[in-house]
């Protein structure tokens, strides 16, 4: 039972233009969600998150965009750059509990940037 | 400062044999985290320790595998009579604070275990 999923399991984009990257949830218990990147032989590192409250945050060259009726979440890089091509993980928190805090990850999406 | 700390990078073996492996958190961080990565997937969620308190093992696949944090600090995750289904990915995270906060996580890079 896939709780978080990323459908595309790869994306390349030219160097400056747009990368979005997509996320679909089912569980409506998640409260906060994350993008961490990961270049490989290396941990995943954490990019950008949003509360469910909010339906955008922007840090820089990356957004995140929440559609919680769609329990759907997107992230946009914009520019790309090379430096960017990476595996992208989304994430998922779990309120409640005894693990608030505990992650439930997509299956990651390579993102390639072409110069 | 250092980041999270993990060892070995690589670990082999043979099916039967029981391994540890070992994560030093960031200094100070109240929560440890131990997650699997299979090859081609996300991380899965095993266990979470808040200080030396192990508050959440339903992640763990069977009972082959234990974690402690005696002390608080550094985490071993063994996994007893390996099997060819243990090989992955295994990446310890730390965060500053425990429950309800949104310190994000930060992870190591991870223990690559192959069992033949």
């Known amino acids: 039972d896939q709780q978080v999923k990323q459908n595309s399991p790869s994306l390349s984009v030219q160097e400056g233009r747009i990368s979005i990257l997509n996320c679909d949830y089912t569980?409506?218990?998640?409260?906060?969600f994350l993008w961490y990147k990961k270049y490989p032989a290396e941990g995943p590192t954490f990019l950008i998150s949003i509360s469910s409250i909010k339906d955008k945050n922007e840090d820089g060259r990356f957004t995140v965009f929440l559609n919680k009726s769609a329990k759907h979440l997107s992230l946009h890089i914009v520019p790309s750059q090379p430096g960017d091509s990476a595996v992208y993980f989304c994430a998922a928190r779990f309120a409640g509990g005894t693990s608030y805090g505990k992650l439930t990850f997509g299956q990651g999406t390579i993102l390639t940037v072409h110069p | 400062g250092a980041g999270v700390s993990q060892s070995p990078r690589y670990k082999v073996a043979k099916r039967g044999q029981d391994v540890a492996l070992r994560c030093d958190p960031i200094?100070?961080?109240?929560?440890l985290f131990w997650y699997q990565q299979a090859l081609g997937q996300g991380p899965e969620f095993l266990t979470y320790?808040?200080?030396?308190?192990?508050?959440?093992k339903s992640g763990l696949p069977s009972d082959r595998f234990f974690a402690e944090r005696p002390e608080g600090s550094v985490s071993t995750l063994k996994i007893q009579r390996t099997q060819q289904e243990d090989s992955a990915v295994y990446l310890c995270?730390?965060?500053?604070?425990?429950?309800?906060?949104?310190?994000?996580?930060?992870f190591g890079n991870g223990t690559r275990l192959t069992v033949t």
């Open positions: 569980n409506s218990m998640f409260d906060y």
């Open positions: 995270a730390s965060s500053l604070v425990g429950l309800g906060s949104n310190s994000p996580l930060h």
């Open positions: 200094s100070g961080h109240v929560s």
């Open positions: 320790f808040q200080n030396e308190a192990q508050l959440d």
